[in-house]
T-cell receptor
């Protein structure tokens, strides 16, 4: 069975500092990997995805994520955090191939950017 | 392009009552999902439709939850009777789904259910 682990319930970072939100996954075969962001009382919004190719993926709002196959990780990063980045972040995985392809989400990491 | 529409946004009911949530996906999206998000947890897939057929309902509590997607467009999720543990946000999402699609999901704003 596929799974996603986000080991940190909350990450605190000072505004202007780099941020990292961690994600590891388990899936049969090669993965599609996604990051979503959720603001209070809102649905999830797509940030970025990894399909194949370059291990560093760039997405919306200056975020990027690095795929590491040997460590089965897909950490979300941003060089300089903004207060407006404070939100709940979810990592998700689905298998690259096969018939039905279920998307599995992690439990989420709350990012708090301190002014 | 209009996003995924859900209603109602908020609903408060007493246990053992029934409730229904409605979702209208993005036009042209063949796949529709209902997720349950309990406070502090990640979204859990309840049911996934491909057009108007069910692809996965393995985590849907079928003794109390039901969902339908008539004509492959709108969908309704019903809970009857509700239990206290059903208090959650019910998220509807849609996506393209074909061989070339990478499957990012587009979510609605969610329907927050409180069961008293």
């Amino acid at each position: 069975a596929q799974s996603v682990a986000q080991p940190e319930d909350q990450v605190n970072v000072a505004e202007g500092n780099p941020l990292t939100v961690k994600c590891t996954y388990s899936v049969s075969g090669n993965p599609y990997l996604f990051w979503y962001v959720q603001y209070p009382n809102r649905g999830l919004q797509f940030l970025l995805k990894y399909i194949t190719g370059d291990n560093l993926v760039k997405g919306s709002y200056g975020f990027e994520a690095e795929f590491n196959k040997s460590q089965t990780s897909f950490h979300l990063k941003k060089p300089s955090a903004l207060v407006s980045d404070s939100a709940l972040y979810f990592c998700a995985v689905r298998p690259l191939s096969g018939g039905y392809q279920k998307v599995t989400f992690g439990t989420g990491t709350k990012l708090q950017v301190i002014p | 392009e209009a996003g995924v529409a859900q209603s109602p946004r908020y609903k408060i009911i007493e246990k053992r009552q029934s409730v229904a949530f409605w979702c209208n996906p993005i036009s042209g999206h063949a796949t529709l999902y209902w997720y349950q998000q309990i406070l502090g947890q990640g979204p859990k897939l309840l049911i996934q439709f491909q057009n108007n057929g069910v692809v996965d309902d393995s985590q849907l509590p079928k003794d109390r939850f039901s969902a339908e997607r008539l004509k492959g467009v709108d969908s309704t999720l019903k809970i009857q009777p509700a239990k206290l543990e059903d208090s959650a946000v019910y998220l509807c999402a849609s996506s393209h789904w074909d061989r070339g699609d990478t499957g990012e999901l587009f979510f609605g704003e969610g329907s927050r259910l409180t069961v008293l």
